[in-house]
């Protein structure tokens, strides 16, 4: 099994920057399908960002919000997803979770068994 801890979040200005981590253990995350999904109070879970196993950053999914915005990407010798967070917006105030399925990449929730105990994203106007 893989286990998952995210860090990096904090209180940002709108247009500034953050770089959540999600640290893996107990498995090498290369061969692990990543999503990044955010919640936020009241809201519905959602995917952000997503990176297919084993394959390079290339193969990769941005939600329509922060498309152009933010980057996935995985250090194989850190054992480690990343998500660069740029021009961030109030609207992307929420609680950032990763996620891992020994599969291809999806973008539905119920598709991912391991996930992180998430970070808090706040974006201040």
């Known amino acids: 099994q893989v286990q998952l801890v995210e860090s990096g979040g904090g209180l940002v200005q709108a247009g500034g920057s953050l770089r959540l981590s999600c640290a893996a253990s107990g498995r090498a995350v290369s061969g692990y399908s990543v999503g990044w999904f955010r919640q936020a109070p009241g809201e519905e879970r959602e995917i952000v960002a997503a990176?297919?196993?084993?394959?390079?950053?290339?193969?990769?999914y941005y939600s329509d919000s922060v498309k152009g915005r933010f980057t996935i990407s995985r250090a194989n010798a850190e054992n480690t997803v990343y998500l660069q967070m740029n021009s961030l917006k109030p609207e992307d105030t929420a609680v950032y979770y990763c996620a891992a399925r020994p599969l291809g990449m999806s973008l539905v929730v119920k598709d991912y068994g391991y996930w992180g105990q998430g970070t808090q994203v706040t974006v201040s106007s």
């Open positions: 990176l297919q196993r084993w394959i390079s950053s290339d193969h990769t």
